[in-house]
């Protein structure tokens, strides 16, 4: 089957096992979750039907008693019903009632609630003939109501069956629905953390792959580049001190300042593309701040970068050239966006915390679009009309490997801050 490039990509994203597995527990979950509950319900329903048939059989017989001796000389006898229930017969009866439709008691299985009102009558409040109730006492009875014809008007009898004998059948099937349902969630949670751990999977292939392609073109071109621009470079430098060509030193400028620019962006590739072993030794925190601003200073004249400490000794454990790296990439654009923006602070500030050392590095440029931050560390994601958008990328690969914490706030016309929570040591 031949599938067009629009339907295919939606379709392999639809496939992938991470949502198969979301998908299917999803599934599996709900179908195990819905056939608890019906079992339950089914179960329920069986033991409902069967309470009522056993009741529609006491009804049976009181109706041929009542026939056969007639209401007045049952009503006489008030004892009748309870006498009737002293039979071993009838012991998962509760009790019987006989009422009219004023809710009064003409018989009951209690001779003293004889002439009392029903406080609410399934027929004549609920419109229910059946059901389960908990009396007074606390015990929970099915009660069953009809109405039977007697010689002067219809009147309602009232049969409440015990349930202890199917009180434990009703309790498993209700343990086995909450069993059911507890398995049926650890099933859907399951499936949730399998997805969660795939997708990160499938990410990190992704990336992987990704970082497979991008290392083949970056060999190709460093392997390409790498040395006409060494030749371009050094005669462009042989060239500048030439007496004869002093007239073409700006020409000469440009050309090596655009070289050293590609030499650059080859850098960036390389690092991002072959990221080199991290090489932990100790150093100076400080020393190594106050080296690279002070580089700064001559590159960025016109801005003034305001460097603090607080704390006394910055001693550390880390790669001092990969978080010289970040650094530089990070003061960098700071003092660009400054420069931009025709401002002329940038503050920088070191201090110590337990276990850690923060470096506050703060801007009063433009800011960042609130649709662009999310995408900053993106490789290849850049806004400016020059810039290879691998430096934020390299920044958060070198945090990555050497435990570092970034945080970037920006407001649009405000400024960038970036926090660095360096650990002390690796």
């Known amino acids: 089957m031949n599938l067009s490039p629009k339907w295919a990509k939606p379709l392999r994203e639809f496939l992938k ?3 198969i597995i979301l998908i299917f527990s999803s599934i599996v979950s709900l179908l195990f979750l819905l056939s608890s509950f019906l079992s339950y319900r089914n179960h329920k329903n ?99 109501e009809n109405f039977i014809n007697s010689s002067k008007k219809p009147l309602i009898i009232r049969i409440a069956l015990h349930i202890d004998p199917i009180k434990e059948s009703l309790n498993f099937a209700k343990n086995q629905f909450y069993i059911e349902l507890f398995l049926s969630l650890i099933l859907f949670i399951g499936g949730i953390l399998g997805f969660f ?25 460093l392997h390409e580049i790498k040395n006409p621009l060494a ?92 978080l010289k790296s970040i650094l530089i990439n990070l003061i960098d654009n700071a003092l660009q966006a400054s420069l931009e923006a025709g401002k002329e602070k940038v503050e920088v500030t070191l201090k110590e915390q337990e276990g850690y050392y923060i470096i506050q590095i703060k801007d009063w440029g433009s800011g960042i679009d609130q649709e662009v931050l999310p995408h900053i560390f993106e490789p290849f994601y850049t ?22 914490k970034i945080n970037l706030i920006s407001e649009k016309g405000r400024g960038t801050t970036v926090w660095l929570k360096i650990p002390k040591s690796l």
Not at 52 to 67: C, D, H, M, P, R
């Open 383 to 404: 806004t400016k009309s020059k810039g290879t958008g691998l430096g934020l990328a390299i920044v958060k690969n070198f945090c990555e490997e050497l435990g570092i």
């Open 17 to 19: 096992p991470s949502k």
């Open 46 to 144: 069986m033991l409902n039907t069967s309470l009522k048939f056993q009741a529609l059989g006491v009804e049976t017989v009181l109706q041929s008693l009542i026939k056969t001796f007639g209401l007045s000389l049952l009503k006489e006898k008030r004892e009748f019903f309870s006498e009737l229930l002293l039979n071993e017969k009838w012991e998962g009866v509760a009790f019987i009632t006989l009422y009219d439709q004023n809710k009064t008691i003409l018989l009951h299985s209690n001779p003293e609630l004889i002439g009392k009102k029903i406080e609410k009558s399934l027929l004549l409040d609920e419109k229910s003939q059946s059901g389960f109730y908990q009396l007074k006492t606390g015990e929970v009875v099915f009660l069953y």
């Open 197 to 221: 751990i795939l997708s990160k999977i499938e990410q990190a292939l992704l990336k992987m792959e990704e970082l497979k392609r991008w290392q083949f073109i970056t060999r190709i071109l």
């Open 231 to 322: 030749s371009i470079k050094g005669f462009t430098q042989y060239l500048q001190k030439k007496e004869s060509l002093k007239n073409a030193e700006k020409p000469l400028a440009i050309i090596l300042k655009e070289t050293i620019r590609i030499e650059n962006l080859l850098k960036d590739l390389s690092n991002f593309s072959f990221p080199k072993e991290a090489e932990i030794k100790p150093f100076n925190l400080r020393e190594l701040l106050i080296e690279i601003t002070h580089s700064f200073r001559f590159l960025y004249e016109e801005i003034k970068i305001e460097l603090s400490f607080e704390g006394k000794i910055f001693e550390i454990k880390s790669d001092p050239e990969k």
